[in-house]
């Protein structure tokens, strides 16, 4: 009994104290494609202010899968391929942002969110065109909301 105290105080105390997840993934060893979009993707969100207002551009299937969204400052954040926590809204793989005719396809495109992120281990697409996947700590949507003004 006093073992398992022991683990759960511990346990407790380890999670109250982790203040941010450590990076231990050697991206090293990974294609220098992937190396490039695992930086690309964590230098979008250097700066970027949590929770963040966005716009959402709708969902595409091109080469890879796009779910992305636009700040007021024209800050591009792509959540795709992450754990997202996208609560009740409706959502899919089907915003696209125009249908065949030309008319906004979604009637979630172009609403504006207030999406609060952390950094979670997700995984990378790429690279060239193939669907290889690299494990590695990206942002990801832990809540978001409707935003009204």
Known sequence: MRLFITALACLVSSGLLAQETIDTIS????PG?????????NETFKNAAN????TYLGSEMHDYFYF?????KDNYYDFA???????DIPFSEDDAPLDEWGKKASKLVGRKFLITWEYELSYVVCCDGRQDSYPAMLPRIA????YTD
């Open 143 to 146: 809540k978001i909301e409707y």
């Open 68 to 72: 992305p969204f636009k700040d007021n």
């Open 27 to 30: 991206y090293s060893t990974y």
């Open 51 to 54: 929770p963040l207002i966005v």
């Open 81 to 87: 391929y992450r754990n997202n926590n996208l609560c």
């Open 33 to 41: 494609m992937a190396q490039y979009e695992i930086n690309a993707i």
